[in-house]
């Protein structure tokens, strides 16, 4: 029998787990041994090619609290996932304690995209007195740079670009400490161990951080442009409300007519108080501006608003977003107002990342650069969203977003690469269940968007453990990605551009059966040769079939017709036999080339046909950006009005063609405002969408209706279609996590290869 003193030790428990998902580079190590400290538990903690182990052991109460609060109380930004939990026998044990890495086993790793300034870390940098008071590389385990600075998983010092940053006692203490919220805290740093910024202006050089901060921001207020080296790669700058320094900067980089975002300081409870004195977003925009992707979201531009005229010419929208880094919040504070913040490039290049080749490719842009020698290992430009439908949609993946991480509806055979396509290009990692899409890199055309290319390729690769035993890439053997892949020497398998719309679009809704979706955009070769882009495809990954496309003509110039809406304003008018009074004089010659199919191309683009509009209208006869014809188009329609009957032909098992014709004496009516024509135009072509959507509907017992390519930015037209579709009983289906533009491209690349089991 037991005595008065005597008593039953409590019962102890071990388990031994692995947590999946997003715990790397997210501070879930140090979480775990909060966690298990705080529940009286012992054992140890490490990193396993992206996985996490775990180990613990104690009382079963202290077990069943840490199992409860594992995944309901894990940091805000990660996503764990917990793949097995195995109860095992006690082992010896004294303490906590968070281990090296290991790199057995097969990688589940995920990338961690780069994350904003978190608000313990901004209220350090803003209080006189802290260490990190106004440093402007200040970081915890909840904020900073990810996928740009690891140089390879798993996620430790020595893997990233701050390796060659040693870190001093005191950051040493704090990363060391389990209840500092830096420990573990990979980019942590200071203004004794980190890294520093430099100011250069006309072959001045200021080494000393704060004041190339105080020189920066002088500069900016003498109306100077600022070439700055921020996360991803480098920002142009000036003051958003000097018309002066923004036209400067259009002659300059040249960009004359192409919108410029615009940074913000943060102010007030939700961070948008000065925003909102020059913009009104939407509820659902303020949400997005304020997330931690910190994104770009194109918001309305007040009546009142003191913001330059030429940020975006002809548009009632601005691109606007927060600062997202330490050195933007202070810029922005001691600047006091918005500022252009622009990618650092040059003509649709990837954004440029080295100080070096900044310093030589902008030397002609900027009058001042804001240094800093914290490698950038890869690009991530900013991600761009707007408001289509009731929502905030992708127009671009970038920083904060991408690498964007997927599902995959089944198992690959074989791990995959998608290269894209040549415009907006962006590629995608695909193996086993899962998809990565890179961030956007650039149009293909340069020497250096080739070899960013190459380097995205390869350190998508790296940093996931995968290596692609097969490629796909687009139809098209021009395009840069589809000539790359040509000379890699692994099997190709080719998607046409169309298709890989559809499924995209397919895939990221996880759709079942069959589906009719309109792909509208510019110009991708189509199956039978021609350039396609007003297309109407129906089936599934795989096996799709075009059933309706735009009534079909030659572009005069081919290529050229892209940047010259003028053209497929004369190609229109020349294919219905009308004259355009005010077309471009001396197209003689080119009518005579256009009529023999010289240089001629024949095209079904909806992208070419709201181009001739915009020229038809007077709005855009020479584009300096891609769609500039379009989105001027659209930003002048104005009112409600009933759209012209456009004629459906039909010819045995050819597909149906929309007949674009009666379009043509509205368009050239000058007896009608610009604003009633180009409303009348996208009524008209949102009621033919759905006119063809309900006859071939019911023939083919269809109920989901997608819309996607490039076109389908044009918010009005979506809305519009999307309206009278769902009223004739539709499921619409749009884009949410990827661009319905050629950005998304690379994903539908591999579900349309999926859906042919290659």
């Given at each position: 029998m037991k005595t008065p003193l005597e008593h039953t030790p409590p019962p102890v428990a071990a388990r031994r787990l692995r947590i999946g998902g997003r715990v790397q580079g997210v501070g879930f190590r140090p979480f775990i041994h909060r966690l298990a400290s705080s529940c009286g538990l012992e054992g140890w903690v490490l990193n396993r090619t992206g996985e996490v182990e775990v180990f613990i052991q104690g009382p079963v109460a202290g077990v069943e609290a840490f199992m409860e609060a594992l995944l309901q109380g894990a940091p805000p930004l990660a996503r764990p996932q917990l793949l097995s939990a195995e109860e095992t026998a006690p082992v010896p044990l004294q303490g906590f304690e968070i281990r090296h890495s290991e790199a057995a086993g097969p990688p589940r790793i995920h990338v961690p995209p780069d994350y904003f300034a978190c608000d313990d870390c901004l209220a350090e940098i803003r209080t006189p007195g802290e260490r990190r008071h106004r440093y402007p590389f200040t970081n915890c385990t909840q904020c900073g740079p990810r996928y740009?600075?690891?140089?390879?998983?798993?996620?430790?010092?020595?893997?990233?670009?701050?390796?060659?940053?040693?870190?001093?006692?005191?950051?040493?203490?704090?990363?060391?400490?389990?209840?500092?919220?830096?420990?573990?805290?990979?980019?942590?740093?200071?203004?004794?161990?980190?890294?520093?910024?430099t100011f250069e202006r006309a072959g001045r050089s200021i080494a000393d951080t704060e004041a190339a901060l105080r020189a920066c921001v002088q500069a900016l207020r003498e109306g100077a442009i600022v070439a700055v080296k921020g996360v991803g790669g480098y920002h142009l700058l000036c003051d958003a409300r000097r018309p002066s320094s923004i036209q400067r900067l259009r002659q300059?980089?040249?960009?004359?007519?192409?919108?410029?975002?615009?940074?913000?300081?943060?102010?007030?409870?939700?961070?948008?108080?000065?925003?909102?004195?020059?913009?009104?977003?939407?509820?659902?925009?303020?949400?997005?501006?304020?997330?931690?992707?910190?994104?770009?979201?194109?918001?309305?531009?007040?009546?009142?608003?003191?913001?330059?005229?030429?940020?975006?010419?002809?548009?009632?929208?601005?691109?606007?977003?927060?600062?997202?880094?330490?050195?933007?919040?202070?810029?922005?504070?001691?600047?006091?107002?918005?500022?252009?913040?622009?990618?650092?490039?040059?003509?649709?290049?990837?954004?440029?990342?080295?100080?070096?080749?900044?310093?030589?490719?902008?030397?002609?842009?900027?009058?001042?650069?804001?240094?800093?020698?914290?490698?950038?290992?890869?690009?991530?430009?900013?991600?761009?969203?707007?408001?289509?439908?009731?929502?905030?949609?992708?127009?671009?993946?970038?920083?904060?977003?991408?690498?964007?991480?997927?599902?995959?509806?089944?198992?690959?055979?074989?791990?995959?690469?998608?290269?894209?396509?040549?415009?907006?290009?962006?590629?995608?990692?695909?193996?086993?269940?899962?998809?990565?899409?890179?961030?956007?890199?650039?149009?293909?055309?340069?020497?250096?968007?080739?070899?960013?290319?190459?380097?995205?390729?390869?350190?998508?690769?790296?940093?996931?453990?995968?290596?692609a035993e097969r490629l796909v890439c687009d139809a098209h053997p021009g395009y840069g990605s589809s000539r790359w892949a040509a000379r890699s020497g692994l099997p190709i398998s080719p998607v046409y551009h169309h298709h890989a719309h559809a499924a995209a679009l397919y895939g990221e809704h996880q759709g079942e059966g069959e589906w009719l979706i309109f792909t509208w955009d510019g110009v991708g070769l189509g199956e039978d040769g021609t350039l396609w882009g007003g297309e109407a495809l129906l089936g599934a990954p795989g096996r799709w079939r075009r059933v309706a496309t735009l009534r079909p003509f030659r572009l005069p110039g081919g290529e050229k017709a892209g940047?010259?809406?003028?053209?497929?304003?004369?190609?229109?008018?020349?294919?219905?036999?009308?004259?355009?009074?005010?077309?471009?004089?001396?197209?003689?010659?080119?009518?005579?080339?256009?009529?023999?199919?010289?240089?001629?191309?024949?095209?079904?683009?909806?992208?070419?046909?709201?181009?001739?509009?915009?020229?038809?209208?007077?709005?855009?006869?020479?584009?300096?950006?891609?769609?500039?014809?379009?989105?001027?188009?659209?930003?002048?329609?104005?009112?409600?009005?009933?759209?012209?009957?456009?004629?459906?032909?039909?010819?045995?098992?050819?597909?149906?063609?929309?007949?674009?014709?009666?379009?043509?004496?509205?368009?050239?009516?000058?007896?009608?405002?610009?604003?009633?024509?180009?409303a009348i135009f996208h009524a008209s072509l949102g009621a033919v969408i759905a006119a063809i959507a309900q006859r071939l509907g019911q023939k083919f017992l269809i109920r989901d209706v997608g819309l996607t390519g490039g076109v389908f930015q044009n918010r009005l037209l979506t809305e519009l279609t999307a309206k009278h579709l769902t009223a004739g009983g539709f499921r619409v289906r749009l884009a949410e996590q990827l661009p319905c533009n050629d950005g998304g491209l690379c994903y539908g690349q591999i579900i349309d290869t999926l859906g042919r089991g290659w």
């Open positions: 740009t600075l690891i140089a390879r998983l798993p996620y430790d010092r020595p893997n990233t670009a701050m390796a060659t940053f040693p870190l001093c006692p005191e950051c040493g203490r704090e990363y060391a400490d389990p209840t500092d919220r830096r420990f573990h805290a990979q980019p942590v740093a200071c203004p004794s161990c980190g890294p520093q910024l300059r980089k040249p960009r004359p007519h192409k919108p410029l975002a615009v940074m913000f300081p943060q102010a007030g409870a939700d961070g948008l108080e000065r925003l909102r004195e020059e913009l009104a977003p939407s509820t659902e925009e303020a949400l997005l501006l304020a997330s931690p992707a910190r994104p770009i979201v194109l918001c309305p531009r007040r009546p009142e608003a003191t913001l330059a005229p030429d940020l975006a010419p002809g548009l009632a929208e601005v691109g606007a977003m927060l600062p997202y880094s330490p050195l933007h919040h202070l810029l922005l504070d001691d600047f006091g107002g918005p500022l252009v913040a622009t990618s650092g490039n040059l003509g649709g290049e990837p954004v440029l990342t080295d100080p070096g080749e900044a310093a030589q490719r902008l030397t002609r842009v900027a009058d001042t650069f804001l240094h800093h020698d914290r490698p950038i290992l890869r690009p991530a430009d900013d991600p761009v969203y707007r408001t289509v439908a009731g929502r905030p949609r992708p127009l671009r993946l970038g920083r904060g977003i991408a690498p964007l991480e997927l599902a995959l509806p089944l198992m690959l055979p074989h791990p995959l690469l998608a290269v894209g396509g040549h415009m907006k290009n962006a590629v995608a990692l695909a193996w086993e269940d899962r998809v990565a899409v890179s961030p956007h890199i650039g149009d293909l055309d340069a020497p250096r968007s080739q070899r960013v290319f190459e380097q995205v390729v390869n350190d998508l690769q790296s940093l996931y453990g995968i290596r940047r010259e809406p003028w053209r497929s304003a004369l190609a229109l008018c020349w294919e219905a036999g009308c004259e355009w009074p005010q077309s471009p004089p001396g197209t003689g010659l080119l009518r005579k080339a256009w009529a023999q199919g010289l240089n001629a191309p024949i095209t079904s683009a909806a992208g070419r046909l709201f181009d001739a509009a915009s020229a038809l209208l007077g709005v855009c006869e020479c584009a300096s950006f891609e769609g500039q014809g379009p989105m001027l188009l659209e930003a002048c329609a104005e009112g409600k009005r009933a759209p012209l009957a456009l004629p459906l032909v039909e010819r045995g098992d050819e597909p149906m063609e929309i007949d674009w014709a009666p379009l043509l004496p509205m368009l050239l009516d000058a007896h009608r405002t610009v604003a009633e024509r180009s």
